[in-house]
């Protein structure tokens, strides 16, 4: 009882004062599965990406930390291909800094400070790791063209359905627009001709 109710007051308190580009809402009505994504920060190689991630809530919440994941591929030394995250914030002690104080607004915020500021001498990647520490312009391009590839046309689903309308109107207006424009030229004159 005591995870279903902090956490609708979390849900709460993310959809009315959200963190600088970051919003989280529940899954299909499940309030244990959450989605939430990520504006890429300014001046950083995931500027302009959206980042989709998900929060599975375990039973234990808030004493155990919900599991968090990347769904958009990422190019980054702390996240691995399968979206996992090296973050410790994310485990529980002795390895990790986990405190049932901590909430998931305080998660996505270090997930996105970790996004702008990797932490190499923890990856979970090691070749992404070395090229970060050795060789950061390749790293900075490598992760820009990730981000351009896999998240500069992700859009919440809401977003997508407004645009979804907006599109099939502006078809629509279009094709009566062309209809015209398929007449030959003959038809043309004999409209145009009194």
Not at 62 to 77: A, D, G, M, S, V
Not at 116 to 143: G, R, V, W
Not at 170 to 184: A, D, I, L, P, Y
Request: charged residues 30%; contains cysteine.
């Amino acid at each position: 009882m005591q995870r279903a109710s902090r956490l609708k007051r979390e849900l709460s308190l993310l959809t009315t004062e959200p963190p600088p580009g970051i919003t989280c809402w529940q899954n299909e009505d499940q309030l244990d599965d959450l989605r939430a994504q990520i504006l890429g920060g300014a001046d950083t190689p995931y500027e302009k990406g959206i980042f989709n991630l998900e929060i599975v809530v375990p039973e234990r919440y808030p004493f155990e930390p919900p599991k968090i994941r990347f769904l958009t591929p990422i190019y980054h030394p702390n996240i691995d291909s399968a979206g996992r995250i090296c973050l410790d914030v994310l485990k529980l002690p002795p390895k990790g800094a986990w405190r049932p104080s901590l909430n998931i607004s305080t998660l996505l915020t270090s997930i996105q400070l970790l996004m702008a500021e990797p932490n190499p001498d923890d990856p979970l990647m090691a070749d992404i790791s070395s090229e970060y520490k050795y060789n950061k312009q390749l790293f900075l391009l490598n992760a820009k063209e990730w981000t351009e590839k896999y998240a500069s046309q992700q859009k919440r689903p809401l977003e997508e359905k407004i645009n979804q309308s907006e599109t099939s109107a502006t078809n629509e207006s279009t094709v009566q627009k062309r209809k015209g424009s398929n007449m030959s030229k003959k038809e043309k004159r004999s409209r145009l001709d009194p």
